[in-house]
């Protein structure tokens, strides 16, 4: 990523452990934030000179959500303004003498970027340019393409797929500005299908209650539903937040396809994984696949400590018959090989039946084998499976390629079968890094929303204080393990390889 800013010399930090002063300092040194500031509407350029500019504006607004409130923002800035306007100096953003406040960066989110299109037009801006300066961070972080893994070279499989290039995805509900009575505790715990959540509205300073107009009410869900896309390597704090959208109505899988479109189509020629949680069904699984060429993970369902236990065969539950799935190979000898399989927990088990009895059970699971994938001339994607088992009858192993794709027997193999077995090591590996998306959520919950509810009064202020929060959580990360970064780490003994060291 080019700088063409002003910096200061070479600056040292504790990541592990990092004031909101040094966080507001890595914004306010990152490429990316003046980029996403370049992108926007400049102030001053017509009638007269602003306070400061854009950018400067718009660090405001990140101090505001670095120090938790407008009114804390304010205080810090005006206890600690000569620190701060040397800051602002020091990168080219013009600063006055007297301090900024909070409500600064207030009108110029809610009247100078109203004026000019409405707040959403210049939302979607600064998406665009963040997803670009996401991937641009993540490259030099050694993440996505930054790193030298291709299925088609050296016979990787994608077991073997490095954490650098799995990307992780969550939906999480973020609560409005609504305050719930004791009464109101349990509202909406009954079976009643119109047991709405009653909600006190918060009042304001002017004695008028506020609330949140455009909030979104889903289930027991209630608020506004953002879905989250990142990527991280294997030391600590080494994520990148690829892209950030609001689910209307909670409708995330959509989002998702649509990010994931987006993403693909900038990294066309890279191999890439994708995790995710229960929400994605099986439909969702053979549109990414085929579509964008993605190899999916998730747990199947029902899958607990339970059927671990099953999938080591410790329990042979009894099986129902149309639920078997017939498949065949051919013996060493030519004779054909018929097998009676049920799927279950992710993967296919054998079934056997007891001539005493007249009973079927579930026996030992089949192994999974390789995992391909072809482009069609079209540019879509097919896949293949390999299941193997050793027939009794002939004592060998057989070998039988499934399309995880298609449906047998009226079950699709896309919502019940895992490209890995969920038992193995692969699989924890794999799906093990969706955790860390879930760890992001919390972060930011906790740092770009007070006591876990939204800041502000309505979905679009809200949007921006979250890419706010995920801006100067992308350039903390990036100034800690880019090599390019200007920026050193002094507590090397935190992470997995040695700081990066930068130019000054």
């Not at 799995?166 to 009464?183: F, I, N, P, Q, R």
């Not at 109505?249 to 066309?268: C, D, F, H, I, Y």
């Amino acid at each position: 990523m080019s700088n063409n800013i002003n910096t200061s010399k070479v600056r040292g930090y504790r990541f592990n452990s990092l004031a909101r002063f040094e966080r507001l300092e890595i914004v306010a040194h990152d490429p990316g934030f003046h980029l996403i500031a370049a992108s926007l509407p400049q102030t001053g350029t017509v009638t007269k000179p602003s306070l400061t500019s854009t950018a400067g504006k718009l660090l405001l607004g990140v101090a505001t959500v670095l120090y938790g409130s407008d009114a804390d923002a304010t205080a810090e800035l005006r206890h600690d303004w000569t620190r701060i306007r040397a800051l602002f100096e020091s990168v080219g953003i013009p600063a006055p003498v007297a301090p900024l406040e909070a409500r600064h960066f207030r009108d110029f989110r809610d009247e100078f970027l109203q004026d000019d299109g409405g707040l959403r037009t210049h939302l979607e801006t600064v998406k665009s340019v963040l997803r670009d300066v996401a991937i641009g961070q993540a490259a030099e972080m050694g993440l996505l393409h930054g790193k030298d893994w291709n299925v088609a070279e050296d016979n990787n499989s994608w077991a073997e797929v490095p954490s650098e290039r799995v990307v992780m995805g969550d939906g999480t509900w973020m609560s409005e500005m609504y305050l719930k009575d004791a009464h109101d505790a349990h509202q909406r715990k009954g079976s009643k299908k119109k047991s709405y959540r009653q909600v006190r509205l918060t009042r304001s300073k002017n004695g008028e209650r506020r609330y949140s107009i455009d909030a979104d009410h889903r289930g027991r869900a209630h608020g506004y539903a953002h879905l989250l896309m990142s990527v991280r390597g294997k030391q600590k704090r080494r994520m990148i937040v690829l892209d950030v959208e609001r689910c209307p109505n909670g409708n995330e899988m959509e989002m998702v396809e649509a990010s994931l479109k987006r993403l693909t189509s900038k990294l066309p020629e890279v191999d890439l994984g994708f995790v995710y949680d229960g929400a994605m069904q099986g439909t969702h699984h053979a549109k990414l696949r085929e579509h964008f060429g993605l190899f999916t993970l998730n747990q199947a369902n029902g899958f607990d400590g339970y059927d671990y236990q099953v999938l080591h065969g410790q329990h042979r539950s009894a099986t129902k018959a149309k639920t078997d799935q017939i498949l065949t190979a051919t013996a060493s000898n030519g004779e054909c090989c018929e097998l009676r399989a049920e799927m279950h927990a992710g993967t296919l088990f054998r079934v056997e039946h007891n001539p005493v009895t007249n009973t079927t059970r579930r026996g030992r699971h089949l192994e999974h084998g390789e995992v391909r994938r072809f482009k069609k001339p079209d540019g879509s994607y097919r896949w293949e499976l390999d299941i193997e088992w050793v027939c009794l009858s002939h004592s060998e192993t057989h070998r039988v390629t499934l399309d995880p794709n298609s449906t047998i027997n009226g079950r699709s193999l896309a919502q019940g079968l895992r490209l890995i077995q969920q038992d193995t090591p692969e699989f924890r590996r794999v799906y093990g890094i969706r955790n860390a998306a879930e760890s992001l959520n919390q972060q930011l919950k906790s740092s770009v929303m007070r006591n876990y509810r939204a800041r502000s009064t309505n979905g679009e202020r809200h949007e921006l204080d979250l890419l706010l929060g995920v801006i100067a959580m992308n350039a903390a990360a990036w100034a800690e393990h880019a090599p390019n970064s200007r920026c050193r780490a002094l507590d090397v003994k935190s992470c997995d390889e040695p700081a990066l060291s930068c130019a000054a």
